[in-house]
Each structure stands twice: as structure tokens, then as C-alpha cells.
């Protein structure tokens, strides 16, 4: 589960650099603005995938997701995209749940 959490929000990490510039040029968001939301946002999807094998690192994934919705706020394709990471993150995440609970169980 672990891998697959980390891969989305790599992804994430992409788009919200690419972001920047939807910001920029679709709905003239100011470049410091733009630059300044989305690097925190990289940020953010680095630190969560640094420590996703932690409670910690789950939270701030969990985080992640909410702040990448939330940046439809600046610039709509966002809420698309955010929304779209959202649910790949929440699948995986209680997909992955079931598949470690089932393996625990499954062992015994």
C-alpha cells in the first residue's frame, strides 16, 4: 500500500507544478501567488511521501489531498484534478487497509 500511496502523491507533486502555470495564464492569478501556493503544496506531497511508513506521514498525505482540492480556490481545473487525486489517495488507502488486514488475518 505503501508504494502506491507514495507513486500518488509524486504524481501530485507534478501537477502541482504544472499548476503554477494554469494559475498564471487560465485565471491570472499573480505569478507570487501562484508559485508560492503550489511550492507549498509540492512541498507538503514531499514531506507526506518522506513519511508515509508513519502515522504522521498518513496525515499529511490525508492533507495533501484536502489542500489540492482546495487549490481549485485559485484556479479551477484544481478542484478536477485535486478531486481526481483525492479519490485515487482514499481507494488506495482503504483498498490497502483490507489488503494488510486481510494478510495479517490470512497468515494465522
Do not use: N, Y
Amino acid at each position: 500500500m505503501t508504494k502506491v500511496l507514495v507513486a500518488v502523491v509524486a504524481f501530485e507533486v507534478i501537477v502541482f507544478g504544472l499548476a503554477i502555470f494554469v494559475m498564471i495564464q487560465v485565471s491570472q492569478v499573480p505569478v507570487g501567488l501562484a508559485v508560492g501556493l503550489c511550492v507549498g503544496a509540492a512541498l507538503l506531497a514531499v514531506l507526506s511521501a518522506a513519511t508515509l511508513r508513519r502515522p504522521l506521514g498518513q496525515l499529511l498525505g490525508h492533507l495533501t489531498q484536502l489542500v489540492a482540492v482546495l487549490l481549485g480556490l485559485a484556479t479551477s481545473a484544481m478542484f478536477v484534478m485535486g478531486g481526481f487525486f483525492a479519490l485515487l489517495w482514499l481507494v488506495t488507502f482503504v483498498l490497502g487497509k483490507r489488503l494488510d488486514q486481510q494478510g495479517v488475518t490470512g497468515s494465522r
